[in-house]
């Protein structure tokens, strides 16, 4: 049985330009045919491919297993290197959370100690304006009795210079006799 390039890509897995540069191998050579442009490959031609991708996989694993053996032990060492360094790093930002944590502290005491002396100016403040407001209606009081005393003063004042002009009117011989 003889089958064609894309055949053969669909069942291997492979492209069809893998294929074609498999198919210019010396071994492959013979059992390649060609009808009307297409390639056809006979059943040993096909097994030959197969068996050429499965030792190339197979030494692909193996070449792998062995970087992968050796990139281990490598790794490992890296790996311990880096553990090392690791743990120092964390212990160093284990230090800062601390102090972060400890001056977060102190802030937050501040803070309270603030909040309390604004609490404390807050209600002295209140209380000097409840003082102002009751002091107040003892002013208003002063003040009226500040202005009666004035008002009466005044009445006195006018009525002594009422008396003042009358004396004036009366005439000379009044005054004299009145002596």
């Given at each position: 049985m003889i089958y064609s390039v894309s055949e053969i890509s669909s069942s291997i897995g492979l492209s069809r330009q893998s294929i074609y540069k498999k198919l210019k191998m010396k071994e492959l050579k013979i059992h390649i045919s060609y009808k009307k442009?297409?390639?056809?490959?006979?059943?040993?031609?096909?097994?030959?491919?197969?068996s050429m991708l499965k030792e190339y996989k197979d030494s692909v694993k193996n070449l792998s297993n062995k970087e992968t053996a050796t990139t281990d032990n490598e790794d490992i060492s890296e790996d311990t290197d880096n553990l090392s360094i690791d743990k120092e790093l964390f212990n160093l930002?284990?230090?800062?959370?601390?102090?972060?944590?400890?001056?977060?502290?102190?802030?937050?005491?501040?803070?309270?100690?603030?909040?309390?002396?604004?609490k404390q100016e807050q209600e002295l403040s209140k209380n000097s304006q409840i003082l102002q407001l009751k002091q107040q209606p003892q002013d208003i009081?002063?003040?009226?009795?500040?202005?009666?005393?004035l008002d009466t003063k005044l009445q006195e004042v006018k009525e002594n210079m009422i008396e003042r002009k009358e004396q004036q009117n009366k005439g000379f011989f009044s005054k004299m006799f009145k002596k």
């Open positions: 442009g297409i390639t056809y490959v006979d059943e040993i031609g096909l097994n030959l491919i197969k930002l284990k230090e800062q959370l601390k102090e972060n944590n400890i001056q977060m502290q102190t802030k937050d005491k501040q803070i309270e100690e603030l909040n309390e002396r604004l009081k002063q003040l009226e009795e500040h202005f009666q005393d």
